[in-house]
């Protein structure tokens, strides 16, 4: 089925780990996203690739990176966990311009102990 | 600083009731409000957009109102159903034909609609 695929569905990390958080599209959409979604906080944005070899950071960007690896795969690393990073990750794709929806993955669920 | 202010927190409507979820933004430069549906476990999906050039729009049970000059959207919900009982986000951007288009979400409404 078409849309945007993340992997894991959940982890356990320990302070200090470090971890990357994989997605991938297959709709050809130029425009993807990086959201996190906490408990009466909304989903709020990481950081977006406006397109293939672009990365820009968004709300709440400390403590992450990403890299546009190509235009199906944009990945969310972490490189040392601490326990705000509790939370649940979501991915999204758009097709820049056009008045469609984002396209969410399924998540995941990130716990840092 | 929250752009978009979403209440309720939550909400309890009767079957076949009409649930309403209000919304409110700043930015002025927001020129594309959706609304998404999301259901435990999943990622959240678009249930209905609107741009501000109109004031309603209905797609089935699903209506959005569009007040510009109070800068306030709402999502009604007629004929309430078990199965609308999810957790409901709005959000607000600006299209840039050529640039990705950030969303600025609301914080969300937990819906459950009761038999």
């Known amino acids: 089925n078409a849309g945007v695929t993340q992997t894991p569905k959940f982890q356990v990390l320990k302070t200090g780990q470090s971890m990357t958080l994989q997605c991938a599209q297959d709709m050809n959409h130029n425009s993807m996203y990086w959201y996190r979604q906490d408990p009466g906080m909304g989903l709020r944005l990481i950081y977006y690739s406006a397109s293939e070899g672009t990365t820009d950071k968004g709300e709440v960007p400390n403590g992450y990176n990403v890299s546009r690896l190509n235009k199906r795969e944009f990945s969310l690393r972490l490189e040392s966990a601490a326990p705000s990073q509790t939370s649940v990750y979501f991915c999204?794709?758009?097709?820049?311009?056009?008045?469609?929806?984002?396209?969410f993955g399924s998540g995941t669920r990130l716990t840092v102990v | 600083q929250q752009q978009v202010k979403q209440s309720p927190q939550s909400l309890i409507v009767q079957k076949g009731g009409i649930s309403i979820i209000n919304c409110a933004y700043e930015n002025t430069a927001f020129d594309y409000f959706p609304w998404y549906q999301q259901f435990p476990g999943k990622g959240p999906a678009l249930l209905i957009a609107i741009r501000p050039d109109v004031s309603e729009k209905k797609e089935g049970r699903f209506t959005i109102s569009f007040n510009k000059s109070a800068k306030q959207f709402s999502l009604h919900i007629m004929d309430s159903q078990p199965g609308d009982s999810a957790t409901y986000f709005c959000a607000a951007a600006r299209f840039v034909t050529g640039t990705a288009s950030k969303l600025t979400f609301g914080t969300g409404t937990r819906l459950q609609v009761t038999l």
């Open positions: 999204a794709s758009h097709e820049q311009g056009e008045n469609y929806g984002y396209t």
